[in-house]
């Protein structure tokens, strides 16, 4: 389970000083991108009111930046080009995301980019197919259920963006890691997977355009690398944890 946490910093700087604000906070940016308690930051201003500033930094955790970074040498450094502003400070808080949160429709997921339901389902008969004639891979799913494909189907939907149809029929990640224990999958086995998946979206018409080629990839490249170590004899169980979500150009957070 993640502890990332999230600080605001609310300021009202005189539009007169606005330069010299940016300036500062350009230069401290420096040190947050060096410390390794931070994740990402923002400075966003207001539209309306050009005075009101929000700086948003996501941090590892509250005690990572608390005790973290500003225990290190880069706090006084940071500190030093902000000091000026410290009284111009409306509001210096952490918050927890919550469950609330999504994407909107200005951008399609995968999913809809993809063709949605049918079009997984289509890969995952094509892929099958393949897994079962292929002699480096058919030893593995040998005892296949028949719906094996259709679960996957929604496995692959959910993780692209479509409906979270997996997690509620199937048990969400937990499920699927689980049925890779003790499979003790080859790395050879692994890239045969990847190749035949490939060869699978060719098959069923997916899009061949590299931004979503690179994207789909991406994801099953990450997600047959877990499915190895959980295989093995030395993995063990992940926390609970919701599905991995995948979109244009991004993967979920390191861990570590």
């Known amino acids: 389970m993640t502890t990332e946490t999230v600080e605001y910093?609310?300021?009202?700087?005189?539009e007169d000083r606005s330069a010299e604000f940016l300036a500062a906070y350009t230069r401290a940016a420096g040190r947050l991108a060096e410390a390794p308690q931070c994740v990402d930051y923002e400075l966003a201003r207001c539209e309306e009111d050009f005075e009101h500033y929000v700086l948003r930094i996501t941090w590892t955790s509250t005690q990572d930046h608390m005790e973290g970074f500003?225990?290190?040498?880069?706090?006084?450094?940071?500190l030093a080009e902000i000091q000026p502003y410290v009284g111009h400070i409306e509001e210096m808080r952490h918050y927890k995301p919550t469950t609330v949160r999504g994407r909107g429709a200005s951008v399609p997921s995968l999913y809809a980019w993809a063709g949605?339901?049918?079009?997984f389902s289509r890969l995952t008969t094509a892929f099958y197919d393949r897994v079962l004639k292929d002699e480096l891979l058919a030893p593995l799913f040998a005892d296949?259920?028949?719906?094996?494909?259709?679960?996957?189907?929604?496995?692959?939907?959910?993780v692209f963006g479509g409906p979270p149809a997996y997690s509620v029929t199937q048990g969400g990640h937990g499920h699927m890691v689980a049925k890779h224990?003790?499979?003790?999958?080859?790395?050879p086995q692994r890239r045969r997977w990847v190749n035949l998946i490939q060869?699978?979206?060719d098959e069923a018409g997916l899009p061949t355009d590299a931004e979503f080629r690179s994207a789909f990839l991406a994801y099953i490249e990450w997600g047959t690398r877990l499915a190895l170590y959980f295989?093995?004899?030395?993995?063990?169980?992940?926390?609970?944890?919701?599905?991995p979500r995948w979109g244009w150009?991004?993967?979920?957070?390191?861990r570590g």
């Open 144 to 158: 296949l259920a028949p719906d094996h494909a259709e679960h996957v189907a929604l496995w692959l939907a959910e």
């Open 181 to 187: 224990f003790a499979k003790n999958i080859t790395e």
């Open 231 to 243: 295989s093995g004899p030395e993995a063990k169980p992940p926390a609970e944890q919701p599905v």
């Open 116 to 119: 949605g339901a049918e079009a």
């Open 249 to 254: 150009g991004v993967m979920p957070p390191y």
């Open 9 to 14: 910093i609310r300021y009202r700087i005189p």
């Open 70 to 78: 500003r225990d290190s040498e880069l706090f006084p450094e940071f």
């Open 199 to 201: 060869d699978a979206a």
